[in-house]
């Protein structure tokens, strides 16, 4: 067991990161090792479910090593162990809750990344959605990255190194690992080998998940996102009314929705009653009412986070939805050409043998481009229920 065990088909970002890895340990130890493989700051780049949280949390589990010098990563000792599961003390996550990371926030993570590590050998902060960072907070990040401490290690996920993703200025100060999408076999066998899933289930998952490695997990082991890609699967050629167009239209929010719900559901119930017994909840004596009313201002701005959370999971949920959607249209392209690449879905091929018979070439191009524009319009704040019903509509008509 290894802490690259984590990253799914990756190469030769794990032998660049080992060896990063090395020189770090040589460093704590005094040495001095080659120049460029250590750096203090690194942007990991890639495709949705490429796997850049899951590189960046293994490199940072090697980096906190304190097995082996000579191969650090062992993925047993106290230093991988806390690390993966997210408790080391001296490795903050910054993963945004909400559609963005604030300024204050990243000023609250400039400040504890300048402290040197407690009780690990670095300092390692993995910054998730990169992309999602405020100019305010890109801004107060860059102040850090440009005069690093001695033992700080930045690691920043973006899905490319493009100015609309990370800045220049930022881009500039960071080594960058570019990650691709991984193979269905390298899916298929980590799905094996760390989630114990069956090699029928596991090439199943593999094969519809698009080269998304979270994705295919949950299809392999939760019978609901199996049923929600169903669902929204029928959807092309369920659309024989008009009436169809607000039926699916309101299934596709209602799914959204419901994943959302239970996503959050149990995290926004441990939080609230988190929150309520460090204000005093349920206490007597002096100070109790003063404690009460404190306790609904912060309730409010505890309500206020989960919402934006909730927000966030929907459209991320929803988003999914459309790839799937997106999928089944260039499958029902690809069997129109007679072109010889791999469908999407290859359990639905019927289901795109019978569209590519219905509808011409024009007809299933002009789909495929309303559901990429309805992802757009969604991601510039369009409300997700006119911009699905805009999409529904053009997917009836053809």
Same mark, same amino acid.
């Given at each position: 067991m290894s802490v690259w065990d984590e990253v799914v088909g990756q190469p030769d970002a794990v032998a660049t990161l080992s060896a990063a890895a090395e020189a770090a340990a040589a460093i704590v130890a005094g040495g001095t090792p080659a120049p460029g493989v250590m750096t203090h700051a690194w942007l990991f780049t890639g495709p949705p479910g490429s796997g850049r949280s899951s590189t960046a949390r293994a490199f940072a589990g090697a980096l906190e090593c304190v097995v082996n010098d000579d191969r650090p990563g062992c993925g047993e000792c106290t230093g991988c162990r806390t690390t993966l599961h997210g408790t080391h003390a001296d490795v903050r996550v910054v993963a945004p809750?909400?559609?963005?990371?604030?300024?204050?926030?990243?000023?609250?993570?400039?400040?504890?990344?300048?402290?040197?590590?407690?009780?690990?050998?670095?300092?390692?902060?993995?910054? &998730?959605?990169?992309?999602?960072?405020?100019? =305010?907070?890109?801004?107060?990040?860059?102040?850090a990255v440009e005069e690093p401490p001695?033992?700080?290690?930045?690691?920043?996920?973006?899905?490319?190194?493009?100015?609309?993703?990370?800045?220049?200025?930022?881009?500039?100060?960071?080594?960058?690992?570019?990650?691709?999408?991984?193979?269905?076999?390298?899916?298929?066998?980590?799905?094996?080998?760390?989630?114990?899933?069956?090699?029928?289930?596991?090439?199943?998952?593999?094969?519809?998940? =698009?080269?998304?490695?979270?994705r295919a997990r949950r299809l392999a082991a939760d019978e609901q996102s199996r049923a929600r890609r169903e669902a929204v699967l029928r959807i092309p050629l369920a659309l024989r009314r008009p009436g169809d167009v607000f039926t699916c239209a309101d299934e596709l929010i209602k799914a959204a929705?419901?994943?959302?719900?239970?996503?959050?559901?149990?995290?926004? &119930?441990?939080?609230? &009653?988190?929150?309520?017994?460090?204000?005093?909840?349920?206490?007597?004596?002096? =100070?109790?009412?003063?404690?009460?009313?404190?306790?609904?201002?912060?309730?409010?701005?505890?309500?206020?986070?989960?919402?934006?959370?909730?927000?966030?999971?929907?459209?991320?949920s929803l988003d999914m939805a459309l790839v799937d959607l997106a999928g089944f249209y260039r499958d029902a392209l690809v069997v129109k050409t007679g072109s010889e690449a791999a469908l999407m879905h290859p359990d639905r091929a019927g289901d795109s043998r019978t569209a590519a018979a219905q509808w011409s070439s024009e007809s299933i191009l002009r789909r495929l481009e309303a559901v990429l524009a309805c992802r757009e319009a969604i991601e510039v704040n369009v409300k997700p229920r006119i911009a699905v019903e805009a999409m529904v509509t053009t997917l009836h008509r053809g």
């Open positions: 809750e909400g559609l963005s990371i604030s300024v204050a926030e990243m000023r609250s993570l400039v400040q504890i990344s300048a402290r040197r590590p407690t009780s690990g050998r670095w300092q390692v902060v993995i910054i &998730e959605d990169a992309d999602r960072l405020t100019e =305010g907070a890109a801004n107060a990040l860059l102040k001695e033992r700080t290690v930045f690691l920043l996920c973006a899905p490319s190194d493009h100015p609309d993703d990370v800045s220049v200025t930022i881009r500039s100060r960071c080594r960058l690992v570019s990650l691709g999408s991984p193979r269905p076999a390298a899916i298929a066998s980590a799905l094996e080998a760390v989630d114990g899933v069956s090699p029928e289930m596991a090439q199943w998952a593999a094969s519809v998940c =698009g080269g998304h490695v979270g929705e419901e994943d959302a719900s239970t996503a959050n559901e149990t995290r926004d &119930e441990a939080e609230r &009653e988190a929150l309520e017994t460090a204000m005093g909840a349920g206490g007597t004596g002096k =100070g109790t009412a003063a404690a009460t009313r404190g306790a609904k201002g912060a309730l409010k701005d505890l309500e206020k986070r989960q919402k934006s959370r909730a927000t966030r999971t929907q459209r991320d």
